[in-house]
Structure formats: structure tokens, C-alpha cells
């Protein structure tokens, strides 16, 4: 079985810093994929950034970015130059390839400060 | 395109009484998955529909139950409601092919159990 933490309930952060959101997963899987999804207080869960385990190169999209450690299954999400429309819940999710289940975090809150 | 919808987006039940969601995943999604979303348990996996079968199943009593239609959209049923089935219920769709494992989530459907 899967598990994915994050050790972070919530953070804050200065509009136009830079934060990180942690994650680490835990798996005996080869293949997989990992993501950060993004939940505003509006409810609807989107989709910033994965991540497939094969590739080495870390994901980005533009302000956001992924430092992904395989080896010690450490997966976070680095926001640059946050923006106030950044206010939200984030959810680190471990999916495997062949699979829909998704194994989500616990979150991390973050609240963008003006 | 539109997105996955689920209706309705609230609804308040008593103890006891049967409950159905329904889904729309977005068109030419095949496969729907359906999650959980309490302040306790956070985000967790109920099950996965592809092809009108389930392919996929979470940790969660027989009382939650689901089915898919010819045309993809999907329903859960929630049986004997009890007051900890009070959560938001999401459903996910994605484009199924084993390469693609990104999930598009509905807004929702908030159930209150009094």
C-alpha cells in the first residue's frame, strides 16, 4: 500500500515570494506518477504539476516547480512569485501507471499574506 | 469543453435514509472515480468505474456502492446513512490509457447526515 505525508498543516507566505510545500510517499512501486493538486475555497480540485518517476527531469509549469527525489521519495512543490489567487489547499496524490486510485496527503494550507 | 459535473452540489439527509450523486465526466472521459473528503480522513478513494465495470475499489463498507452507464456518467449510492458519511463527495474522470493518469475533479457534492 501507498502512503504519501505531508508534514506541513499549513504555511504562509509574502505575495511575490517564493515558498515550498513538502511531500514524501512511500511505495514498493516501479511505475508511478505523482501530483500536487491545488484546492481554492471554492471546492474545485485542479491540477498544478505531476511528476512521471521515469523521468529525472523535475517537472515545472510556469511559476511552479517540483524538486523530485526518488530515491528518497521526496516530492515538493515550490511556488515562485506567489500570488494572492495562490490561497489555498494543496494535496501532494501518488498514483500508480496502471491504475485511477489516487493516494492523497493530508494537505497543506497556504495562505498568500498581500 | 465542459468540465465533470456532479449534481446536486448540496444535499441534506437523515439518519437512516438512502442517498444518490450522479456524475458527468468530461466527454470522452471513460473512467470515473469517486473520493471522499472529510476534516478527519481527508481525501480517500471509494472506487473506479471504466466500461460501465468497476476496476477499482477503496476500503469502504458495502453501503457505498456505484454504477456506470453506457454513456459514461456515473452514480453512488450511499445506503443506511449514518452521521460520519457527512462529507464532500468527488468525482474524478480521465481519459483512460495506461500513459495518462491525470484526473479531472467535479466541484463536488456536499452531503450533510443529520
Known amino acids: 500500500a501507498q502512503t504519501v505525508t505531508q508534514s506541513q498543516p499549513e504555511m504562509s507566505v509574502q505575495e511575490a515570494e517564493t515558498v515550498t510545500l513538502s511531500c514524501t510517499y512511500d511505495?514498493?512501486?516501479?511505475?508511478?506518477?505523482l501530483f500536487w493538486y491545488k484546492q481554492p475555497p471554492s471546492r474545485q480540485m485542479i491540477l498544478v504539476i505531476r511528476q512521471e518517476a521515469y523521468k529525472q527531469q523535475n517537472a515545472t509549469e510556469n511559476r511552479f516547480s517540483v524538486n523530485f527525489q526518488k530515491a528518497a521519495k521526496s516530492f515538493s512543490l515550490k511556488i515562485s512569485d506567489s500570488q494572492l489567487g495562490d490561497t489555498a489547499m494543496y494535496f501532494c496524490a501518488f498514483g500508480v501507471s496502471s491504475g485511477d486510485k489516487l493516494t492523497f496527503g493530508t494537505g497543506t494550507r497556504l495562505a498568500v499574506r498581500p | 469543453k465542459a468540465g465533470v459535473t456532479q449534481t446536486p452540489r448540496y444535499l441534506i439527509k437523515t439518519r437512516g435514509q438512502q442517498v444518490t450523486l450522479s456524475c458527468s465526466p468530461i466527454s470522452g472521459h471513460r473512467s470515473v472515480s469517486w473520493y471522499q473528503q472529510t476534516p478527519g480522513q481527508g481525501l480517500q478513494f471509494l472506487f473506479e468505474?471504466?466500461?460501465?465495470?468497476?476496476?477499482n475499489k477503496g476500503n469502504f463498507p458495502g453501503r457505498f456502492s456505484g454504477r456506470q452507464f453506457s454513456n459514461s456518467r456515473s452514480e453512488m449510492n450511499v445506503s443506511t446513512l449514518e452521521l460520519g458519511d457527512s462529507a464532500l463527495y468527488l468525482c474524478?474522470?480521465?481519459?483512460?490509457?495506461?500513459?495518462?493518469?491525470?484526473?479531472?475533479f467535479g466541484p463536488g457534492t456536499r452531503l450533510t447526515v443529520l
Open positions: 468505474y471504466f466500461s460501465e465495470t468497476q476496476r
Open positions: 511505495t514498493s512501486e516501479n511505475n508511478y506518477y
Open positions: 474524478a474522470s480521465r481519459r483512460a490509457g495506461l500513459l495518462n493518469n491525470e484526473q479531472f
